[in-house]
């Protein structure tokens, strides 16, 4: 079923304009995490900052948010179904539409946050159910199975990846003995291309990263058992990186910096390693390790040479500043407890997942909030879904429920 409502655009000229904000897919459209929005708060008043607007409808699910051209997109289950969701900037449901069914196993509800390209939107289901949908209408184009089509198996928490879209394809890691990573013709579904699978690993609940490092065009994903690197082009397997943990929990999208590859996974911990690009021939050397920083789903920011992100391991879920280069710790602080991030405006904005909302210096000497505060406990478990800080606002979601805040500092 899908339900089609009347809508209202605005032009996309350029990143965060007031009138456009633009965050299109799962940690912006630099797939970095990090706001370049200005001129915003760095200590909040008492109770938080003002909260403008609550969207209730948007079912139990743990995707984060996308935006663009007028419209917030999320995904949640909703009778039995995957539901992708639009709401306009006054949070208001203007189409929902169904992506096959939904996951009910442990830990029930959605994972992946749609992506939006120009005014098509992409979006798989944890079954692996991937669609291309009309971005302004909720339109069905086409959709196929990942896991049945290329012959692979979902994996203990079901898939997590929010797809990424690579001129004209859209990319998806499916893993199995048959290939790891899938680049799909973005506007038809056709095979463009297929890498070899990385030694049968499974998915990984990795989202894809795309960079480009001395001429060559390289996908950055995990594997169930490693980090891989794919030739963004031909889809050749350029490494294999291994990285076990105890249940296949590599999670990270793992960030790419000067040459050099950084991932956290819970209990296995961190891990950076060198990239040596000679021709279409890679090969990795391993740089540094470290226990201090055992990330699970809340990702980790790299910025000015420091790795900031929260640790898993119950008897120290804490806050971790890592140097880049060495990974030597600067610092271990509560915070909000473990939790996911973003950042924006040199402030961290931490949200922990039992549902306390932080802000932080992003610099290395100040690891104590500035401020805090409780986000209403109106959806269900915990508060896992990433936030997005967007054009002056922060939107946090629980559950069924989306939180619209205004942060923007007084003129």
Known sequence: MVVFLSTVFFATSGLHAEDAPFWPRFHGPNQDNKSTDTGLLKKWPDGGPKRIWTAKGIGHGFSSISIADGLIYTAGNIDGKTVITAMDLDGKIKWQAENGAEWTKDVAGTRATPTIDGDRLYHQSPLGNLVYLDAKTGKRHWGLNTLEKFHSKNITWALAESLLIDGDRVICCPGGPECAVVALNKRTGDIVWKSPSAGGDLAGYSTPALHEY????????????????????????LWRFKHITP???????????????????????????????????????????????????????????????????????????????????????????????????????????????GLVRATPETPQPVSTFRVPSEGEGPYWAHPVVCAGRLYLRHGDFLYAYDVKASR
């Open 247 to 357: 249940f296949d929990e590599n999670i990270l999208m793992p960030i790419f910096h000067d040459g050099r590859v950084f991932v956290s996974t819970p209990r296995a911990g961190s891990v950076q390693f060198r990239i040596d690009v000679r021709g279409d021939q890679v090969s990795t050397e391993e740089v540094w390790r470290s226990k201090e920083m055992d990330n699970h789903h809340g990702g980790v920011i790299l910025l000015d040479g420091y790795l900031y992100g929260s640790t898993y391991t119950s008897n120290r879920a804490q806050w971790v500043c890592l140097k880049w280069e060495t990974g030597e710790k600067v610092y271990v602080e509560r915070g909000v407890g473990k939790g996911s991030l973003t950042y924006a405006d040199g402030m961290l904005y931490t949200y922990g997942e039992r549902g306390t909302m």
């Open 214 to 237: 001395k001429g060559l065009r390289i996908i950055f994903v995990m594997t169930s058992k490693a980090a891989i690197g794919v030739d963004a082009d031909t889809g050749k397997l």
